[in-house]
């Protein structure tokens, strides 16, 4: 029972899951009357103790005048292959040519390439992970955060070390009734140059803490462009290209499959227990530990980079991902792509169950002309 507690009270600190969680989590009816009763209880004294109205969820004038420190940090070759290889390079052919400069170089580790996902730890190294709970006027229950989708643009190809500096600011702040929409935007600058190397936008789902303006007039605010995509719709067309990720052909993961996946990738930075710990797993609603919702998405990313850039990550212009669907460990993940001029729409689904987990598109600089008929491929 203290195992069990310790877990239930990480879960409520700590847990921000890129994915819906079971649905029972979400709704209050499922907590058992006793522990109900108690909260219930708590919950009018804390009522009963404040003075006045209660505030509201969300003060947006407060929320979108706080500023974010600037958070310096340095990566170097090992935490970009580590990287690579938890997001499932060479985990089927050890020696693949399209993937093995992700992780080694004959010239040496500087020369190895950053998958552009490989960005999306940045913004994690901020303090307190995003930093929202740091955010004055935005009131939320933290177990209920759910990181929703997540956009990257690559400025210019991602080195394999460098000393950075993180500038992050609210980007958007939406009230949607029944929850809110955040989205966090992190540039990330070579320290000494100053020069801007990529941009990450987390849109950030904080549910029950809607319904702060006028539902007639809904609040929305966005500070980027309002063409930068954010809803793709999946062709009913056959996919211009299919990737399998067959993580159990790989000898050392033929045991664990994904949950081998969740445990390397945990090294790059997220150490969230959920992805770990059967016995936090089940208390968030789980069977057993998932992968990471970033993880699924370097998967599909790199699925893209291998199908349709020959390998090169430096072809990537920009990426967006959509979570869906936890993936379960052993799970096979099948992404289907579909090449619209320079654009490459994906679906990956878990073929076990076959379910869509994630879904977005990947923006290419440009697509190699050796790699397809461009009047099969409908290309431009």
Known sequence: MEKLSVAANYLLDHLSVSLPLPRHLSTSHTVPRRRRRHADERGRQTMAARSGPPAAAVDPEAVL?????????????????????????????????????????????????????????????????????????????ASLLLHGQHYIEIYKPIPSRANVVNKTKIAGLHDKGKATILEIETTTHVKDSGEVLCMNRSTIYLRGAGGFSDPSRPYSYASYPTNQVSRISIPNSAPSAVYEDQTQQSQACCSFGMLFYALLYRLSGDYNPLHSDPMVAQVAGFTRPILHGLSSLGFAI???????????????????????????PGETLVTEMWLQGQRVLYQTKVKERNRAVLSGYVLLKHIPSSLFDRKRWGCM
């Open 302 to 328: 790199r699925a893209v980079i291998k199908s349709f850039c020959n390998g090169d990550p430096t072809a990537v212009k920009s990426t967006f991902g959509r979570f869906l669907l936890h993936v379960y």
């Open 65 to 141: 005048s706080h500023s974010f420190p600037e958070v310096s940090f340095a990566y170097d070759e090992r935490d970009v292959a580590l990287y690579a290889l938890g997001v499932g390079a060479c985990g089927a052919d050890a020696v693949d040519e399209k993937e093995l400069h992700l992780v080694y170089h004959r010239d040496g580790q500087p020369h190895i390439k950053a998958l552009p996902t490989f960005a999306s730890l940045f913004p994690f190294k901020n303090s307190n992970g995003l930093g929202i709970v740091d955010v004055p006027g935005l009131n939320f229950d």
